[in-house]
């Protein structure tokens, strides 16, 4: 009998508005908008293999680094302002990912989620499996 996948092939249906319905003269405005932020962390991505997003004053961002501490994980984090500015550069990271909250924790170029999907993946041993394994998207 056959062994099923690690992960089941399940497709992730997320509606994106199709560039053919984005009118051709804010097409430009809208491939670029806070483009810094996202290629600043898709580079810490790419080249660190766990990068922990954040924000100031959010207790969730401490949370997931208090973990990757006490695991004696190296990890890249980046903090983006508070809850009182810099919200419109975060609200691009949310709509490049569709992760709607912070901490943003990345394995190996995979996003896992936020502070308790890294606690669960910590805990399974699944994290030890990801870290031994090829980066995403290499």
């Known amino acids: 009998e056959p062994v099923p996948p ?3 092939k399940v497709s992730m249906p997320r509606p994106i508005l199709e560039e053919s319905r984005i009118h ?17 962390v ?6 660190n293999d766990v990068v922990v997003v954040g924000m100031a004053m959010n ?8 973990m990757l501490d006490e695991a004696r994980q190296p990890y890249k984090y980046l903090e983006y302002g508070n809850y009182l500015n810099t919200w419109r550069e975060r609200n691009a990271l949310k ?3 569709g992760w709607p909250t912070f901490p943003m924790v990345f394995v190996k170029g ?3 989620g936020g502070a308790n999907d890294l606690k669960a993946l910590i805990a399974s041993g699944e994290m030890k499996t990801m870290l ?7």
């Open 59 to 66: 207790p969730f961002p401490k949370k997931a680094r208090a």
């Open 6 to 8: 690690p992960f089941p």
């Open 110 to 112: 995979m996003l896992v």
């Open 132 to 138: 031994a394994g090829p980066r995403t998207g290499a």
């Open 24 to 40: 051709p003269a804010i097409r430009a405005k809208v491939a670029s908008h806070q483009q810094g932020i996202v290629q600043e």
């Open 95 to 97: 709509l490049w990912t």
């Open 42 to 47: 898709m580079a810490a991505v790419q080249a």
